[in-house]
């Protein structure tokens, strides 16, 4: 009995441009995203020099598929698979300096400049502050837990759990926690088109 044909090596540089291009991301946006220089993935994808598993890794997290993805021969079936998980360590998170508010990115970075979301959690007391955004920018802000004061230009008002404040953002505005407990909300930032 013969042995099967042995397949050649996986095409992972095929796989990779063919992953990025069906997410419709430049190599300098996958750079960025997967913390991979943009110099390295230009040489994956055309074959000049094959990734280590920790470069597959932080691809695949960045790319929302599997590492087995790249390792099957031929192209992908499908750019993403239809259902992609970020794990919680994986979800960045911005941190004000004085560290009484965070903000945990949980938009893709694709819709950024369309619809951004965030969990925003702020400790008793603290507030997060921001300039004006664009003209017709809205924010819409549901609490969690806890409390909140929402200000928008000269306008405030007071949000218990449960309640969400929609609100005009191309004005200076402000989220306090005026609470002795942590408050947790979910904010989406609306960009016109």
């Known amino acids: 009995m013969s042995n099967p044909a042995i397949e050649g090596p996986p095409a992972i540089g095929a796989t990779l441009q063919a992953l990025r291009q069906g997410q419709k991301l430049s190599l300098d946006e996958l750079s960025k995203r997967a913390g991979v220089s943009k110099s390295m993935l230009s040489q994956i994808e055309r074959n000049t020099t094959n990734p280590t598993v920790a470069v597959l890794w932080r691809l695949s997290n960045a790319?929302?598929?599997?590492?087995?993805?790249?390792?099957?021969?031929?192209?992908?079936?499908?750019?993403?698979?239809?259902?992609?998980?970020?794990?919680?360590?994986?979800?960045p998170s911005l941190i004000n300096p004085d560290g009484q508010s965070e903000l945990r990115i949980l938009g893709p970075i694709e819709l950024a400049g369309k619809f951004e979301w965030y969990e925003l959690i702020i400790q008793p007391g603290g507030s997060l502050t921001s300039e004006a955004h664009e003209p017709g920018a809205r924010e819409h802000l549901s609490v969690l837990s806890g409390s909140a004061v929402v200000r928008a230009g000269a306008e405030e008002t007071k949000l218990r759990q449960g309640e969400t404040a929609r609100y005009a953002v191309d004005v200076p505005h402000a989220i306090s926690n005026p609470g002795k407990s942590v408050a947790t909300m979910l904010l989406v930032v609306a960009h016109p088109d």
Do not use: K, M, N, W
């Open 63 to 91: 790319l929302g598929v599997s590492i087995t993805d790249f390792l099957a021969s031929g192209r992908p079936e499908r750019a993403a698979p239809l259902i992609s998980v970020v794990a919680a360590h994986a979800t």
